[in-house]
């Protein structure tokens, strides 16, 4: 997982290295470390724990001026979070090499071995030293870096993003990418490399995303491309639609009330320029890879996600299912990966991700191409691996997701999936013209609505502030409720370290409510009364059995449901909305709820303990 950001140009290194950290701290913060050349001398700070350690390092042992480095965010894999482990690392019996690695390099210990019979002395746990020992090896032996970097990196089986500079060439930083993500910043006599545009988006909207086995060679004045056979590669350039600003917390408390805040924008710009005013679709990103023909072939949907993004994935199955009547199926993606999936050429693979780098969701999509699928992702980062290697993309506008915990990312990809069930329900004649655009015109109304659930937050915020106690909550719901009760009980886990587990309603009298007990909290998502499907009296009877047994009910509703408020200790009222679009509605007090209850406990919302947001490794 792990955060890497290369710069060569005028201005201060190290500021732009530890800028960059900063907006990729989200991807590991087990420790960090940069390393720069000035003067003709390498110079090397690591410090394990957060980013401020490193800082703090840099205020007692400043840097010199230097217009060359890079720096490395870490996420443990191999060897414990020490200053040891911590990266860069230093290769050559003259420490005159640094490399910084994001991944997993998998033959390390016979490329250790045989570094180790050269004379190399490794000073950490890592498997990433191995490559800084065999370059430097090798380039003491042909004199030419460029190629010692190429000989090094083709031997090396794995994930890899690798960076390195050197002290006798001090105007390059080399770099290699294999399953491992990497992007290129252009700049105006500089130029910058990082995990994801987040490193260098304050300094250059003008990116490259750089192709599987390929090396960049990073200069002031260019950047050349190069697949591992030594050919030339090239890409073509994009532009960052990120705003700057949007990756800082601008004055709130942390990253995850900010995002929490973004989501009527990140809905609206989510949707901008794909409805018009009559309600009617317009995802020209799609039609152009997937004309109406092959929409109509479709037979069978699989949904690849992990995490909350899979939740995404199952809210949308519930709206392609009702509006479009095509069969969907959600996987984990490392499920899907790892057993026989029946895939045809009438399947469509849909893949969504935040990232666009979850290391389970890219296997699941090759083999998915590989068994003839055709792809589609759902994607908020440009430029990202999953977006390449797909057939086609609906990017989610969110903006940038900084906190671990996934929020305003979440509701731009429901809303994403809804498009999509929109499209495909047009396109193969499942709703009328009429119907597609009386659904439009809801999903117009989907920002303010969210803003009004976000205007009445606090009453969430105080529950989770006074339940900051509780052992363990349960989350309930039906239909799209379901899978809105499980990313509920997520957020707790990973935010709030507290027991939680999200059930359908109707699966409780099968096993979990023996977990009933006085005085438990539960959480329920109440769908509305007033649909003509509507699942309310049935989740009201769910409410009434777990009350007579002693739980403490909190129930989500929709504004104007009179009955709910006899069956539950609290009431959270929503705005009312079509009941498939509700799931957007009913998560955002979850978030408000779990954000509350972990800050109410001390905790650190935005860098949750073991976990890392972008998870590149399987
Ligand atoms: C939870 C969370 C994770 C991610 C999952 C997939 O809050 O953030 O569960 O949703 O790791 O990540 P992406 O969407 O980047 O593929």
């Avoid at 390393?35 to 840097?63: C, D, M």
């Avoid at 003008?206 to 060679?217: F, K, L």
Wanted: with cysteine.
């Amino acid at each position: 997982m792990c955060g890497i950001v290369g710069y060569v140009g005028p201005k201060s290194t190290v500021d732009v290295l530890i800028g960059g950290l900063r907006r990729l701290e989200y991807r590991g913060y087990d420790s960090a470390g940069v390393s720069v050349v000035a003067n003709g001398h390498l110079e090397t700070r690591k410090k394990a724990g957060k980013l401020g350690n490193l800082e703090s390092e840099i205020t007692n042992h400043p840097l010199p001026i230097a217009h060359i480095g890079i720096g490395h965010t870490r996420w443990a894999t191999h060897g414990a979070p020490t200053d040891q482990n911590a990266h860069p690392h230093l290769g050559g019996p003259t420490s005159k090499l640094s490399l910084i690695h994001n991944g997993i390099i998998e033959n390390f210990a016979e490329l250790k071995a045989e570094a180790i019979a050269h004379g190399a002395k490794f000073a950490s746990e890592t498997d990433s030293e191995v490559a800084a020992h065999l370059i430097a090896i090798e380039y003491e032996r042909n004199g030419d870096l460029i190629e010692s970097f190429s000989t090094v990196v083709n031997r090396l089986h794995g994930a890899f993003t690798i960076l390195v500079v050197h002290e006798d060439q001090p105007d390059v930083v080399l770099a290699a990418r294999r399953n491992a993500p990497l992007v290129v910043g252009l700049g105006d006599g500089e130029n910058f490399l990082g995990s994801d545009v987040a490193a260098f988006v304050e300094h250059t909207k003008r990116a490259i995303s750089v192709g599987q086995d390929e090396i960049v060679i990073l200069r002031t004045d260019g950047v050349e491309l190069r697949h591992f056979d030594g050919t030339p590669a090239t890409h073509e350039e994009f532009t960052v639609d990120w705003d700057a600003s949007a990756a800082s917390k601008g004055g709130w408390s942390s990253f995850m009330a900010k995002e929490i805040a973004d989501q009527p924008q990140a809905v609206a710009d989510t949707l901008m320029g794909r409805l018009d005013s009559d309600g009617l679709i317009t995802l020209p990103e799609l039609f152009e890879d997937f004309p109406v023909a092959d929409m109509k072939s479709i037979d069978r949907i699989i949904i690849v996600a992990c995490g909350t993004a899979s939740y995404a994935g199952d809210v949308t199955k519930y709206a392609i299912e009702k509006w479009a009547r095509v069969p969907v199926q959600v996987e984990l993606s490392h499920e899907f990966r790892y057993r026989s999936p029946i895939v045809t050429p009438n399947t469509l693979v849909v893949a969504i991700s935040q990232s666009g780098e979850t290391m389970d969701t890219l296997m699941a999509i090759r083999y998915a191409r590989e068994l003839g699928a055709k792809v589609l992702a759902i994607c908020n980062t440009q430029g990202a691996t999953l977006a390449r290697e797909s057939n086609a993309t609906i990017y989610t506008h969110a903006g940038p997701e900084v906190a671990v915990a996934s929020t305003k990312a979440l509701t731009a990809q429901i809303t994403a999936g809804y498009l999509l069930a929109l499209t495909l329900g047009s396109a193969r004649g499942a709703l009328t013209t009429a119907e597609a655009a009386r659904l439009g015109k809801e999903l117009l109304k989907l920002p303010a609505k969210v803003q009004d659930v976000l205007a009445t937050a606090k009453q969430a915020e105080e529950l989770g502030t006074k339940m900051a106690g509780a052992k363990s909550v349960l989350f309930l719901g039906r239909n799209v409720g379901y899978p809105i009760a499980m990313e509920g009980a997520l957020k707790l886990k990973e935010i709030a370290y507290i027991h939680a587990e999200g059930f359908a309603a109707g699966e409780l009298k099968h096993g979990p409510i023996a977990l009933i007990e006085e005085g438990q909290p539960v959480i329920v998502i109440v769908p509305s009364p007033d649909d003509e499907d509507s699942l309310h009296p049935k989740v009201i009877s769910n409410i009434q059995e777990i009350r007579a047994r002693g739980a403490k009910v909190i129930a989500i509703a929709q504004e104007g449901d009179k009955t709910v408020a006899d069956y539950a200790e609290h009431v959270l009222y929503v705005p009312q909305s079509d009941p498939i679009m509700a799931a957007v509605l009913d998560v955002i007090p979850l978030q408000g709820f779990a954000l509350a209850l972990a800050t109410a406990l001390g905790l650190d919302v935005d860098q949750p303990r073991n976990l890392a947001k972008s998870v590149t490794v399987e």
